[in-house]
Structure formats: C-alpha cells, structure tokens
C-alpha cells in the first residue's frame, strides 16, 4: 500500500512532456553530417528537417493566435530551405517575410533592430531599401552554439515577430529577449502615410 501512495504521490508532482520548457539544441543536432555536408562543402549546414520544424511550430503558433502567416527559413547565404504559405495571404505578405529573413542576414541581429534604428533616424531607411533590406520586425537569427546557421522571417500579420520566437524556442530552445519597441517618431514634412510592411492593421503587443 505504502509502494502505491509513493507512486500516485511521485505521478502527481510530475512535471507533463507538454509543460516542460523546450531543451536547447546543439550544434551537431540541427546541421548536415557526413556525405551530404561533403556534398556541399558545408559542415555548419542547417538541417532541412529543423527548417521545416520551425516553420510548423510558427505555424502553430498562428493557429492558436487566429492569425495567417508567411514563413521563410533561410541558411547563412540567403537561400531558402523551407517556406510556407498559410491561407489568406497575399504577395506583399509573402515577399516582406523573405525580405526580412535576408534583413537579418546583414548584421546577424533582429530585424526589429534595424527597425528601431530608422524609427531614430529616418533618413538611413532609403539606404536600407536600396540595399534590398526591409527595416521591420519579423526577422530573427538562428543561432546554435554561437554559430549564425540563417534567419527566419515571418510577414502577414501584428505578431510576426513573436510567431518567429516561439518556433525558435520550441525547435531549438530558449531564445534572446525580443528587441523592445521604441515609439515612433513624429512625422517628416513629405512623408508618406504611415504602412505595415507585410503585416495586418492589428499592433502588435509590447514585450
């Protein structure tokens, strides 16, 4: 009798599969071994399988927000390994989540960083845009071991950048605290009216 209060009593303070907080990744775990990084001359090359996991796990993540997304996952050049499309979106949705996979790819940083730097200073925007970046957030490294293996990007809706997070955190475990948003600055004499880039009305939440 005493075997099975033990048992129930240990069950119970059980902490379920589904609660546990994600275990980080390392290195060897999500890049290409053997032939086929011999193939590629490529031994820090991100798993298509982990790509594709990070984008059902953003997915999910739009499901349980009632939202619609787009999703790239890029490797450390720019090319893509998974993209995924949810229903409801348009081009400018689909191109702006690329976009800003190769905006991470600039500096290996958010690209809500970069966001933030043209909210200060507006004038560095033309460059960015010239230079092919988009300055939004919804961009972010991926990141294993202290090793830049690409970025995703995620466009479509007022939390692209917090979908893109979660599927980090759950395929490759905890992440950097998202870049804090700065108020936006008065405007410009000439400006345009103010647009999401690849994104709903809807704002955001602050983190």
């Not at 499901?63 to 090319?79: A, E, L």
């Not at 893509?80 to 400018?92: C, S």
């Not at 490759?172 to 948003?181: A, K």
């Amino acid at each position: 009798m005493k075997c099975v209060m033990i048992a129930a009593v240990a069950c119970a303070l059980a902490v379920p599969s589904w609660a546990q907080a994600p275990k980080a990744k390392t290195l060897d775990q999500v890049v290409a071994h053997g032939a086929a990084a011999e193939r590629a001359l490529e031994h820090n090359a991100l798993l298509g399988s982990i790509a594709e996991q990070i984008s059902h796990a953003c997915e999910k993540y739009a499901v349980d927000h009632n939202i619609s997304v787009s999703i790239f996952v890029v490797d450390q050049y720019g090319q893509v390994i998974h993209a995924h499309r949810m229903d409801g979106q348009i081009a400018n949705n689909i191109e702006t989540a690329l976009m800003k996979a190769k905006t991470v790819l600039w500096d290996h940083q958010p690209s809500h960083i970069r966001m933030n730097q043209h909210i200060q200073n507006p004038f560095t925007e033309f460059r960015s845009i010239e230079m092919g970046l988009f300055p939004n957030k919804g961009g972010l490294p991926i990141v294993v071991d202290k090793q830049f293996l690409g970025a995703i990007g995620v466009g479509g809706s007022g939390l692209d950048e917090e979908c893109a997070d979660y599927a980090l955190t759950q395929v490759l475990g905890p992440q950097p605290p998202l870049t804090p948003n700065i108020p936006a600055r008065p405007p410009l004499m000439g400006d345009p009216p103010q647009r999401g880039g690849g994104a709903a009305p809807q704002q955001a939440p602050a983190r």
